[in-house]
């Protein structure tokens, strides 16, 4: 079932995929039931072999020896042709389990021509029966409907991503028109008109301010911690958030050519690109099936043809058929993936599809964002330096945090902050003053204060130094500099361990912000990365990322709105689950639930262990089987033998192969740490 909603940008109509929740419950009802019909087969056959089961249907059973005299098939296959309750049962089983197999494996077929591994699968169940092992015929076919089922589930991809980015969209604009205001959507705003947004809302398109001043919070976009100072003439973005201050804002973009916009636009075409393609074991069998039917025809009907007898050579034909049958090949694959996946998940790692533990196992790159992902995304207080003798380190915090009380700015609830742990008792505030984009004024227990940035002091900027810090707050008191309170946004402290261990694990890591460069090259510095992209907006972050991608698989970790897109492009995308938004999830191909970088070593230890151990069950299934298919065609092999090494054993081993492969993958990770 499709949904269809309306892009407020653009008025284009998005259409998300959703999954249906009745066909997964019908698939594990179809399962369910053909297995308890092939047990009931089962147990009749058994206890009551050779009474009166017979369901007297004489025109079936003309009709069987009529076919028989054509094909004579051995004894073992009577019961196929004869219509017993247990022949009944295991066909309705057959069918119920297996109808759909057969509709895909024909259905690609007549559209492309091509045998893919529903129609080999097909083949062997009904080849199974034409030779007299039904039981094993459904039996296949239950376990393949199964294994289809789990993958299917596991590999399931999120289709809500664009629709998360749409909703967050703010789709209403307040225009100045015929000297009035008028709310409207954004998507019929014109170019050259006038919005006004007020403190605390979300500014709708892109412009330049004409009239106002405040501070803008960027982070929706750009990922940058800090609010950014706007005054008249400066530009302003479409989803960022006016914190103080009424400003009014020309609009110089429509709103589907807004930085909002190319974001919805990019994680579309994404999710297009990282539609599924064809899985591993179907590229295999691009060759494998139409090999192993035509060498099963080739068998079962070229000896004849030179006078041979045709019932042995077709019982061979068939018998090949059941061994070829790749049940080893297509459980393996999901078996490992799934294992690794739920390992995953009880260390709170959220893994989308096996697909994307392949990609991970081939990264070569992994891409970080700053902001909430390396760092804890608040600020505080580093350190506070005195610049003049006539005070000290304390009152130019009593002065700073008690004028910055009165403010909900993010960089004043770190100073107020600051002041509570060392015990500074607040002063009375007199006279304040708020100053956009600049700081704030007022008198402290009677003096004067001003506090704020560095253009508030003309006159004492000579005496100033260059103080390197994410941000700079400096206090003064009649136009003299008197200190300055530097902020930053600290590293977490898993971040050292993730990318220690990346590093020894001979992966490039590489930082991708929207923070300004200045506190990029300091947590650059500080984690030892050697390479860096600073002060990107989420268009130029999905440049960067489809640049490392060319040089090799590249992972994107982030947690942003501004990061879904990058996400979306890289080859996986790894959100931070706690404190990522629900875009950034959304679009991720795996997701931290509990926000723990140290995880990610594992993860990659995981993915490429998990690899490891598809490449051994794939390798080892077709060594086998060849082995196997050679002595069915030399007649070598009893049909038994064929069944319980070539098939349930074969299928046993690889399965158990892939079970152990987390616990495998733990113990290598522990090794290294």
């Keep these: 079932m499709n949904t269809e909603f309306e892009c407020p940008t653009c008025t284009a109509e998005l259409k998300v995929e959703e999954e249906e929740v009745g066909s997964a419950k019908w698939v594990v009802i179809r399962v369910a039931v053909s297995t308890s019909l092939l047990v009931a087969a089962l147990i009749l056959e058994h206890f009551y072999a050779g009474s009166a089961t017979h369901v007297p249907q004489l025109l079936y059973a003309q009709l069987a020896d009529l076919f028989s005299r054509f094909l004579p098939l051995p004894p073992s296959a009577r019961l196929f042709w004869e219509p017993s309750t247990v022949g009944l049962l295991l066909v309705a089983a057959a069918v119920l389990s297996g ?141 960022t958030i006016n914190n103080e201050g009424f400003i009014k804002v020309k609009v110089t973009k429509p709103a589907y050519e807004t930085f909002y916009s190319k974001m919805l636009s990019i994680v579309r075409e994404a999710e297009k690109r990282k539609a599924p393609t064809e899985k591993f074991i ?3 069998a691009r060759f494998y099936t139409p090999t192993v039917i035509l060498t099963a025809a080739i068998i079962a009907f070229l000896p004849p043809l030179l006078g041979q007898p045709l019932t042995p050579w077709v019982y061979r034909g068939l018998t090949l058929l059941v061994i070829s049958c790749p049940c080893a090949l297509v459980i393996s694959t999901p078996v490992a993936m799934i294992s690794s996946i739920t390992a995953a998940a009880r260390k709170g790692i959220l893994v989308k599809g096996g697909v ?29 330096i005195q610049l003049s003798h006539e005070v000290g380190t304390s009152e130019i915090l009593k002065a700073a ?51 704020g940035r560095r253009t508030l002091f003309p006159e004492g900027q000579s005496n100033v130094p260059e103080l390197n810090s994410e941000s700079v707050v400096f206090v003064g008191s009649n136009g003299a500099v008197l200190g300055a309170i530097l902020l930053e946004d600290t590293l977490r402290d ?69 990061d879904a897109p990058s996400l979306a492009v890289a080859s996986v995308g790894v959100a931070m689950g706690g404190m990522g938004s629900d875009a950034a999830i959304e679009a991720a191909s795996i997701t931290l639930l509990k926000d723990d970088l140290s995880e990610i070593p594992y993860l990659l230890d995981l993915s490429r262990k998990t690899m490891t151990t598809v490449k051994q069950n794939v390798s080892l299934s077709v060594a086998v089987k060849l082995t196997l298919a050679v002595l069915a065609a030399l007649g070598l092999l009893p049909l038994w033998v064929a069944i319980i090494v070539g098939d349930m054993g074969l299928s046993l081993l690889v399965t158990i192969n892939a079970l152990t492969s987390p616990q495998r993958a733990t113990k290598n990770f522990q090794t290294l740490t």
């Design 356 to 384: 994307h533990l392949e990609s991970l196992s081939k990264a070569l790159i992994f891409a970080f964002d700053k902001t909430g992902t390396l760092t804890n995304g608040t600020l505080r207080v580093s350190k506070v």
């Design 401 to 451: 945090a008690s004028l910055e009380a009165l403010s909900n700015h993010p960089v004043a609830r770190a100073i107020v902050e600051k002041a509570l742990q060392e015990g500074v008792e607040l002063g009375k505030v007199e006279d304040f003053k708020f100053m956009p984009g600049l700081g704030v004024s007022g008198r402290v227990d009677g003096k004067p204060y001003v506090v």
């Design 282 to 284: 179907n590229k295999f």
């Design 494 to 562: 898993d971040a050292y361990y993730c990318v220690e261990e990346l590093r020894r694990r001979r992966v490039r890591t590489v930082i991708v912000s929207g923070d300004n460069r200045r506190t990029v090259e300091a947590v650059a510095r500080n984690l030892a990365v050697e390479e860096y992209y600073a002060e990107l907006l989420p268009h130029e972050k999905v440049s960067v990322v489809e640049k490392l991608g060319a040089a090799g698989g590249v992972v994107m970790v982030g947690d942003g709105v501004n």
């Design 99 to 239: 109808y759909r197999i057969a509709f895909l494996g024909f259905k690609e077929l007549a559209k492309s021509g091509r045998a893919t591994i529903d129609l080999l699968v097909t083949v062997a169940i009904v080849g199974a029966f034409a030779i007299g092992s039904m039981e094993e015929g459904v039996a296949v076919a239950i376990l393949f409907t199964l294994v289809e089922l789990l993958e299917k589930h596991a590999e399931g991809r999120v289709k809500g991503s664009i629709k998360k980015l749409v909703a967050s969209f703010p789709s209403m604009a307040t225009v100045l028109r015929d000297g009035g205001q008028v709310v409207v959507h954004s998507h019929s705003v014109l170019i050259g008109e006038v919005i006004l947004v007020r403190p605390g809302e979300k500014i709708p398109l892109d412009g330049i301010i004409v009239e106002g001043e405040t501070s803008v919070n960027q982070s929706p976009l750009t990922g940058e911690s800090i609010p950014v100072p706007k005054a008249v003439g400066d530009e302003v973005y479409a989803g």
